[in-house]
């Protein structure tokens, strides 16, 4: 890293960071489920760039194999699978929302600035070159949660539950440059049981209620 001088260094980084907050902002923003898989896949790939730049202007090794992990898991399995759950029920779109499309993209932006207010007493404290990737963590956290309470389909709730981990994962590369490796293969492991263990509800909701919107689950009795 000596070539580059640290500033030009944390630039390149807070603009990867910035590009996975903008795909959180383009989820929120579409209704095609395949595309949304796609914007997940997108946001994935940003966070191993992201991860690969901590990694490479730091010099620690160890974050290389999550950032790798992170494309053969989240960028290529976990998009695959969603896309065989979509194109086997045959749904295609979020029919219904709780809050409208502007709305929510308000909302996104207020928790924008909620995030960056919350974590801005601790931002001097955190290491330079990741330093405002912080907020940007917290940020696509607090947007993965609502996006989760605001979708109907099952698909689209756990497309917010995995942006919700690639925010915790950039939050946690971000605070102390990567987790140690047995922790974070322990944490890829469980995103892929997840994403499987969801498909296979998704498609259990269909076959009973002939739909992927989870209110029906308030349905059930004992």
């Known amino acids: 890293m000596s070539w580059l001088s640290p500033h030009i260094a944390t630039q390149i980084v807070d603009f990867s960071s910035a590009m996975l907050l903008l795909t959180c902002f383009a989820i929120v923003a579409q209704r095609r489920l395949s595309a949304c898989v796609d914007l997940f896949a997108l946001q994935s790939l940003f966070l191993a760039m992201t991860a690969a730049l901590v990694a490479f202007f730091t010099g620690t090794r160890h974050i290389y194999i999550?950032?790798?992990?992170?494309?053969?898991v989240k960028v290529i399995v976990i998009p695959r699978v969603l896309k065989g759950v979509i194109e086997r029920l045959n749904v295609t779109r979020e029919l219904v929302m709780r809050i409208n499309?502007?709305?929510?993209?308000?909302?996104?932006?207020?928790?924008?600035?909620?995030?960056?207010?919350?974590?801005?007493?601790?931002?001097?404290?955190?290491?330079?070159?990741?330093?405002?990737?912080?907020?940007?963590?917290?940020?696509?956290?607090?947007?993965?949660?609502?996006?989760?309470?605001?979708?109907?389909?099952?698909?689209?709730?756990?497309?917010?539950?995995?942006?919700?981990?690639?925010?915790?994962?950039?939050g946690a590369t971000a605070a102390t440059y990567g987790m140690p490796l047995i922790v974070e293969?322990?944490?890829?492991?469980?995103?892929?049981?997840?994403?499987?263990?969801?498909?296979?509800?998704?498609?259990?909701?269909?076959?009973?209620?002939?739909?992927?919107?989870?209110?029906?689950?308030?349905?059930?009795?004992?």
């Not at 999550?66 to 053969?72: E, K």
């Not at 932006?109 to 931002?123: E, N, S, Y």
């Not at 969801?198 to 259990?204: K, L, Q, S, V």
């Open 185 to 222: 293969l322990g944490v890829f492991f469980d995103v892929l049981v997840a994403a499987l263990i969801a498909g296979i509800y998704t498609n259990r909701l269909q076959d009973a209620f002939d739909s992927v919107d989870t209110t029906h689950l308030t349905e059930l009795k004992e």
């Open 66 to 72: 999550a950032a790798a992990l992170t494309v053969v």
């Open 101 to 170: 499309i502007p709305a929510s993209l308000l909302i996104c932006g207020a928790l924008v600035m909620i995030a960056f207010f919350i974590t801005q007493p601790i931002i001097p404290f955190g290491h330079l070159l990741t330093r405002d990737s912080l907020a940007i963590a917290l940020a696509i956290v607090l947007i993965g949660f609502f996006t989760m309470i605001s979708r109907q389909k099952a698909v689209t709730q756990l497309i917010a539950f995995l942006v919700m981990e690639n925010g915790l994962f950039l």
